[in-house]
């Protein structure tokens, strides 16, 4: 069972890039999946999440607006559509998944039981 993000790479400010999670081994039916990402010298922050089963998303509030997470059941991806990137997005980028997550824990690191290796988006000006 193994998480992978990948779809990171160097985008001007103003860009869009899209990331995608890949769950090998098993579907994401019944989980929810989170994307955080973590700056050099940062701690790790939410992003976004999703419900898998009802689709509720959640998204952090230095992307609302700019970011929206989806979910591609015919491929079972996750993914994270990034517009109007901006240097501060620069991050290493994870998605993570787990089973029985509360609302109130969605966007907690601590509450997810999968993690996958991270991608790198970098932003340039």
């Known amino acids: 069972v193994q998480l992978q993000a990948f779809g990171g790479g160097l985008v001007q400010a103003g860009g869009s890039l899209r990331l995608s999670c890949e769950f090998s081994g098993r579907t994401f039916s019944g989980y929810t999946v989170g994307w955080f990402r973590q700056a050099p010298g940062k701690e790790r922050e939410f992003v976004s999440g999703i419900k898998w089963s009802g689709g509720s998303t959640y998204y952090a509030d230095s992307v609302k607006g700019r970011f929206t997470i989806s979910k591609e059941s015919a491929k079972n991806l996750v993914n994270l559509q990034m517009n109007s990137l901006r240097l501060e997005d620069t991050a290493v980028y994870s998605c993570?998944?787990?089973?029985?997550?509360?609302?109130?824990?969605?966007?907690?690191?601590?509450?997810?039981?999968?993690w996958g290796q991270g991608t790198l988006v970098t932003v340039s000006s």
């Open positions: 993570a998944a787990s089973r029985t997550i509360i609302q109130s824990s969605v966007r907690m690191p601590s509450a997810y039981s999968y």
